[in-house]
T-cell receptor
């Protein structure tokens, strides 16, 4: 099945640093969702995007729906230890309402 | 109250056995899902179901079957378990299966087939 290209696969950062990750697709999407998964838990929705160019924040997190409608970005400012986890993007095309998922970006914060 | 709850949290069983995982949501959502997360953490949809339609991912073996006694429950039955079935299985729900819905996930069931 179709997949999203999510990068980077993992990130090792220092506490306080800003984080950027993205997802790209070869197809046009009408919805982008960003989820976070912590160990032993299911993914939790962080931000939902529905319009090209849309920029939405949730605390220190900001996500953007790419203008081409083929990509999305998630930024985390001033990272803290509780930001560790796996961040997933998911998107939906006009032609298929099923969500398509990225492979995840694992965020690790160096002590 | 947990919005989407699934049991058991851990399931260890022998090859060839039949097992079930239960899921309940108290969000009043119309659509429920089962996802499989492999060792590389990739999420793969197995089923989506509402009171109108069951959509099956064509790659899912027919040993897997969803059972929905009512709108708030979607259980997963697995027959003749195989080693490759070992994974974390997530139940999820959403308000509407055809629109801009957001998924709410359970905390997962880690299945280990020995």
């Amino acid at each position: 099945g179709q997949q999203l290209n999510q990068s980077p696969q993992s990130m090792f950062i220092q506490e306080g640093e800003d984080v950027s990750m993205n997802c790209t697709s070869s197809s046009i999407f009408n919805t982008w969702l960003w989820y976070k998964q912590e160990p032993g838990e299911g993914p939790v929705l962080l931000i939902a995007l529905y319009k090209a160019g849309e920029l939405t924040s949730n605390g220190r997190l900001t996500a953007q729906f790419g203008i081409t409608r083929k990509d999305s970005f998630l930024n985390i400012s001033a990272s803290i230890p509780s930001d560790v986890g796996i961040y997933f993007c998911a998107g939906r095309m006009d032609s298929n309402y099923q969500l398509i998922w990225g492979a995840g970006t694992k965020l690790i914060i160096k002590p | 109250d947990t919005a989407v709850s699934q049991t058991p949290k851990y399931l260890v069983t022998q090859m060839g056995n039949d097992k079930s995982i239960k899921c309940e949501q108290n969000l009043g959502h119309d659509t429920m899902y089962w996802y499989k997360q492999d060792s590389k953490k990739f999420l793969k949809i197995m089923f989506s179901y509402n009171n109108k339609e069951l959509i099956i991912n064509e790659t899912v073996p027919n040993r897997f079957s969803p059972k929905s006694p009512d709108k708030a429950h979607l259980n997963l039955h697995i027959n003749s378990l195989e080693l490759g079935d070992s994974a974390v299985y997530f139940c999820a729900s959403s308000q509407d299966g055809t629109g801009d819905e957001k998924l709410f996930f359970g905390s997962g069931t880690q299945l280990s087939v020995l």
